[in-house]
C-alpha cells in the first residue's frame, strides 16, 4: 500500500487532537500540526523522500523527532505513539472536535464526566440531555452537537476533492499505462468537479474488458473488491474511497461519458428531450426507435459532442452540468465562457510567517512569481483573533514601508499592501482607519462569535462594509467542509449591500473552504456582484490552490470579467477605488 502524504498528516493532526483533550502543552500540539500542515503541501511524495534516503529535517517544522515518525509511518503505515495514545483515550474523541461546538475542553469534560468515548455514545448523552447538565456547556452547545451529528450522517461518506484527486490521479496514470487500454476519464462528480466526491466513477475503453479488469483489481491501493465482472468493477481504495471502472467500447465512449459524467437530473432533462424527439438515450448510445428493435441505429455515441450535437446543443462543460438551467442557456446560446486557470492574473490573499504563514514575504513573492502571478495580496491577519501573532498598526506601517522596499527590487511581481483584517462582533474593525487608509486591499473577515443570529450577522458584516477601506469579504460564510457549518447570514442582503458600498466577496480556494460555493457564485453572478479568486496561502506551496477556486466558480458559471483578478493590477485598482 502506498503512504501518501495526506495519510502522514492525517495521523500527526490525530495525535494532535488527542494530546490536546489530554490537556497537553500547546507548543507541542502545535508542532504536530505544523508538520502536518507542512506534509500535506508539499509538492513531492513524502515516501519517496524516505526511499530516497532525503533530509526529511530540512523541511519547515520538520526535527529529528518528527523525521523518525514520518519514516516509521511511511515504512509501517502506523505510528506507534498514536495506537498508544488511542489505548490510553479513544479514537473517536478526535473525530468528536470536528463536531461544531466541541473544542478540546469540552471533549475532554464529556469524555472524562460521561465516558462517551464513540460517536454513537456522544449522540445518545445529548439525546438524553445529558450534556447540557456538563460544566461549560449547556442547552444551546447540547443542541448544536444534535444538529450537528444530523448534518454529518449525509456528508460522512464524502471524499473532498483534493484529497480525491492524490488518489484519482495516480489511478488514471496507472490504467492509461496498460495495454490495449484507449482513453480513460474520471467521470461522475469528479468530472463535474465537485467539492466532495461520493464515489468515482472511472471509464476505459478497451475491447479487453476482462484482462483490463483483472489489473484493476490488482491495483496497489486497492483494499477490498466488491465485484468484479467483464466490463465493470467496484473496489474499495485503502482510504475507503470506492471506485467504479466502467469498461467500454470505442463507439459507445461519448454516450458512456455523458451518462456516467451526470448529474442524474442533468441526464433526465436530456433523456426527456430524446423522448420528445422520437429518440433513446442511453450510456450506449442516441437510439432511432421509429424502427423495429432490433434494427434501431445508433445515430451517435463516440463523442459526448455529436451527442449534443443531435439535440442542437453545443457542448455543454461537466461543470456546469447540474440542471441549474443549463440547457436552456445553451438552447438560447448563453452558455457562459467559463473562467480557467490561464486568466487568473494575481491572488488576492496570502500570510507569511509575520502571521500565521510559514514562509517569508519574499519567498511567497517569489513562488507567486513563478506561478505567473503579476500580483500578490500579503494579506497577514490583524491582532485580533489571537490564534497567531497577528499584526498591530504600528507593526503594519512597517509592513508597507517593507513591501516598498521590496516592490522597488522586484521586477516581474507587484506585491500589494494589505492585511485580512478582523470584523469584531459588533461589526467595527479590528485596525483603525488611518493605517487602512494606506493600504492597497483591506481584506476583511469574520472568525469568531459564528453563532449570531442570522439578523444579527448580516447587520455585523453590513456595518463592516460601511467602512469606506473595506474592499473584499474574505471567506464570507466561514464553513469548513465536512467541519464546520456556514454560519447563518442573509446572503442576498449581503450581496445587495456589497453591491451598493462597492464591496466584493472572496471565493476563498482552500480545497476545504471553497467558500463562497457555486450556488452563491452563480447568485453573485445574476446580481452583478464581482468575486476574487484567492488561494489563501499559508506557504508557498498552497499558491496552487487557485485551481480549486476556479473549479468551483466554473461550476458557478463565473466567467474571466466576473472574477477580479482576472485583471492587470492598474484595472483592478480602479475598480477598487470605493
Ligand atoms: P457522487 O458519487 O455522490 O459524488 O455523485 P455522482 O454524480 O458521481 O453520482 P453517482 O456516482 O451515483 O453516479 C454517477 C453518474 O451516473 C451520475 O452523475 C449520473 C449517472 N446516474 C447514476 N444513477 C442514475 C440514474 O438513476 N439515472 C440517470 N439518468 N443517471 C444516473
Ligand atoms: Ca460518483
Ligand atoms: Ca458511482
Ligand atoms: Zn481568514
Not at 444579527?456 to 465536512?482: F, K, L, S, W, Y
Not at 476574487?532 to 508557498?540: K, L, M, Y
Request: hydrophobic share 35%; aromatic share 6%.
Amino acid at each position: 500500500m502506498p503512504i501518501y502524504n495526506s495519510d502522514v498528516a492525517d495521523i500527526f493532526n490525530e495525535v494532535a487532537d488527542l494530546l490536546e483533550i489530554e490537556g497537553a502543552n500547546q507548543y507541542r500540539v502545535r508542532a504536530y500540526r505544523n508538520a502536518a500542515r507542512t506534509i500535506s503541501t508539499l509538492s513531492r511524495n513524502v515516501s519517496d523522500m524516505v526511499e530516497e534516503g532525503e533530509d526529511l529535517t530540512e523541511l519547515r517544522g520538520i526535527g529529528e523527532d518528527l523525521a523518525g515518525k514520518i519514516e516509521e509511518i511511511v515504512k509501517s503505515g502506523d505510528l506507534k505513539q498514536l495506537e498508544e495514545i488511542e489505548q490510553r483515550t479513544s479514537p473517536a474523541l478526535a473525530k468528536m472536535l470536528d463536531v461544531a461546538g466541541l473544542g478540546p475542553k469540552r471533549v475532554q469534560t464529556i469524555y472524562e464526566e460521561l465516558d462517551v468515548t464513540t460517536m454513537e455514545e456522544l449522540r445518545e448523552a445529548a439525546e438524553q440531555g445529558k450534556i447540557r447538565d456538563l460544566h461549560g456547556l449547556g442547552e444551546k452547545t447540547e443542541k448544536k452537537i444534535l444538529e450537528d451529528l444530523e448534518r454529518w450522517s449525509a456528508e460522512e461518506d464524502r471524499t473532498r476533492r483534493d484529497v480525491a484527486e492524490e488518489r484519482v490521479e495516480p489511478l488514471l496514470s496507472f490504467l492509461r499505462s496498460l495495454d490495449n487500454v484507449g482513453r480513460v476519464e474520471a467521470a461522475g462528480s469528479y468530472r463535474r468537479k465537485k467539492e466532495t466526491v461520493g464515489d468515482l466513477d472511472v471509464l476505459a475503453i478497451s475491447d479487453a474488458g476482462e484482462e483490463v479488469i483483472s489489473r484493476f483489481v490488482e491495483y496497489e491501493d486497492v483494499e477490498e473488491v466488491v465485484s468484479q465482472g467483464e466490463t465493470r468493477s467496484t473496489v474499495v481504495f485503502k482510504s475507503g474511497l470506492h471506485v467504479d471502472l466502467r469498461v467500454v467500447e470505442e463507439s459507445s465512449y461519448g454516450a458512456a461519458l455523458l451518462y456516467f459524467t451526470g448529474s442524474k437530473q442533468h441526464n433526465i432533462t436530456l433523456r426527456n428531450m430524446a423522448l420528445d424527439r422520437g429518440l433513446k438515450i442511453n450510456e450506449y448510445g442516441v437510439w432511432d426507435t421509429t424502427g423495429e428493435s432490433s434494427e434501431q441505429k445508433q445515430l451517435a455515441g463516440e463523442t459526448e459532442e455529436e451527442i449534443y450535437d443531435l439535440f442542437d446543443l453545443p457542448w455543454i462543460p461537466p461543470e456546469l452540468r447540474e440542471d441549474r438551467g443549463e440547457v436552456e442557456a445553451a438552447q438560447k446560446g448563453e452558455l457562459p465562457s467559463l473562467v480557467t486557470l490561464d486568466d487568473i492574473r494575481g491572488d488576492l490573499q496570502s500570510h507569511t510567517t509575520t502571521s500565521d504563514g510559514r514562509a517569508s514575504l519574499e519567498e511567497m513573492a517569489q513562488a507567486a512569481q513563478a506561478l505567473g502571478r503579476e500580483y500578490l495580496a500579503v494579506t497577514d491577519h490583524s491582532a485580533y483573533i489571537g490564534v497567531t501573532q497577528g499584526l498591530e498598526a504600528d507593526e503594519l506601517e512597517e509592513r508597507i514601508e517593507e513591501i516598498e522596499r521590496l516592490n522597488e527590487e522586484m521586477q516581474d511581481i507587484i506585491l500589494l499592501k494589505s492585511v485580512e483584517v478582523d470584523v469584531m462582533e459588533d461589526g467595527s474593525l479590528d485596525l483603525p482607519d488611518d493605517v487602512l487608509e494606506k493600504l492597497d486591499l483591506v481584506i476583511f473577515a469574520v472568525h469568531s462569535h459564528f453563532d449570531l443570529s442570522a439578523d444579527r450577522q448580516t447587520e455585523r458584516i453590513i456595518r463592516a462594509m460601511d467602512n469606506p477601506n473595506c474592499n473584499v469579504m474574505a471567506h464570507p460564510t466561514a464553513r469548513q467542509i465536512g467541519k464546520r457549518p456556514a454560519y447563518e447570514v442573509d446572503m442576498g442582503r449581503l450581496m445587495d449591500a456589497a453591491l451598493e458600498r462597492g464591496c466584493f466577496l472572496e471565493l476563498n480556494a482552500q480545497p476545504d473552504r471553497l467558500d463562497l460555493d457555486d450556488v452563491y457564485c452563480k447568485m453573485a453572478k445574476e446580481r452583478g456582484l464581482k468575486v476574487t479568486i484567492s488561494t489563501d496561502a499559508h506557504g508557498t506551496e498552497e499558491l496552487k490552490f487557485i485551481r480549486f477556486g476556479v473549479y468551483q466558480a466554473r461550476r458557478g458559471w463565473l466567467s474571466p470579467d466576473d472574477v477580479l483578478n482576472t485583471r492587470s493590477w492598474d484595472d483592478l485598482e480602479a475598480l477598487l477605488k470605493r
